[in-house]
């Protein structure tokens, strides 16, 4: 089975808008994490949510997590053009230490 | 900042050929991983290594594979026989403590783009 499926695909929007990205997973997690891909670079991590906690924040990022649905959404609130960049979620895989990713969403933030 | 370093940052090679991508790792930090993501797909899991062996590997990682930590700062992927499948970018990731499950934050490098002809 497959976890941590992101939705959109891809997002296009212009700056200073709010960029939501969905992730969903299929297996019961520890904790979740969203990671920041630029186009061919290195994943840099943004937050992470541990499976007791409902909503985290930093700076511009707001991350939930719905367990009983077993998703979360990543907000990027006044986007910039900085911001374009793949997002990825990650969950462990409830045992071990391997982080399991989705397949990311696009984003393009227009200026 | 410290950081995960890799290289090289791409390299080609023959089908058939071996090749190590070579790693190091943030200093103090005791778990190691390999990831790789083939061009469009997902970061898929490899391999963990904690004091000096695999603590953890996945189907991809055959006996093809291997990883070694030469000495105390570099840690190898060493591809026996290289095959097209396996062009992709390889990233290495360290982390301080114990990984996913307890929420420990995974460093990742630049990654290497293997692109096997």
């Known amino acids: 089975s497959q976890q941590g499926e992101e939705d959109p695909q891809a997002l296009s929007i212009q700056e200073g808008e709010n960029a939501t990205m969905n992730c969903s997973y299929k297996t019961s997690i520890n904790n979740l994490q969203w990671y920041r891909q630029n186009s061919g670079r290195g994943l840099v991590h943004l937050i992470l949510?541990?499976?007791?906690?409902r909503e985290k924040h930093s700076g511009r990022l707001r991350v939930t997590l719905d367990t009983s649905k077993k998703s979360s959404s990543l907000l990027i609130t006044a986007s910039r053009a900085a911001d374009t960049a793949s997002y990825f979620c990650a969950t462990d895989a409830g045992y071990g230490n391997k982080l399991v990713f989705g397949a990311g969403t696009i984003l393009r933030v227009k200026s | 900042e410290p950081e995960v370093t890799q290289t090289p940052s791409h390299q080609v090679t023959q089908m058939g050929q071996e090749v190590i991508l070579r790693c190091v790792p943030i200093s103090n930090h005791l778990y190691f991983y390999w990831y790789r993501q083939i061009l469009g797909q997902k970061v898929e899991f490899l391999v963990s290594f904690y004091n000096n062996e695999i603590s953890e590997k996945s189907e991809i990682f055959d006996d093809q594979f291997s990883v070694e930590r030469p000495d105390g700062s570099n840690f190898t992927l060493k591809i026996r026989s290289t095959k097209l499948e396996d062009s992709a970018m390889y990233f290495c990731?360290?982390?301080?403590?114990?990984?996913?499950?307890?929420?420990?934050?995974?460093?990742f490098g630049q990654g290497t783009r293997l692109t096997v002809v």
């Open positions: 990731a360290s982390s301080e403590i114990q990984g996913a499950r307890l929420g420990t934050e995974a460093f």
């Open positions: 949510i541990r499976s007791n906690e």
